[in-house]
């Protein structure tokens, strides 16, 4: 794979994660009241929510694996858990008011939002690239 071509799957797979992070933001807030995020903090809390969820992941999965494996399943949405907490402690842009139920209900909500959004984003990107390519014909 040439370097161009694969820097650039680099950064549409950052891009569909960071997506996928910013909707399931948006899915807990517009869906859960005890679930507020500002505007004006939006991108930065996306981006250290994605962050924070890349690299909890992966330990994770490594101590369920090593230490209970039947834990496995359930590692994405302890990974936003994770992320909503940091993000949330990090910056006002993100609240969250509500008791534990409201932070297992949004990490839940993340969670299925970003799990289906970074397999329907590719999707929609590939669309769009092959539509805008057929324009430029």
Known sequence: VP??????????RALVFLGSAALGLLAAALILDDVEVTA????????????VQSLVTPLLEKVARDKASALLGGVGVVAALV???VASLVGDALTISGGVGT?????????????LATVL???????????SAGDRD
């Open 121 to 131: 984003l590719p999707v929609v990107l590939t669309r769009l690239g092959v539509e």
């Open 40 to 51: 004006s903090g939006f991108v930065v809390t996306a981006v250290i929510f994605a962050v």
């Open 83 to 85: 992320a909503l907490l």
């Open 3 to 12: 370097e161009g071509v694969a820097r650039t799957r680099m950064l549409v």
């Open 103 to 115: 932070w297992v209900l949004a990490a839940l909500i993340v969670w299925v939002v970003t799990a």
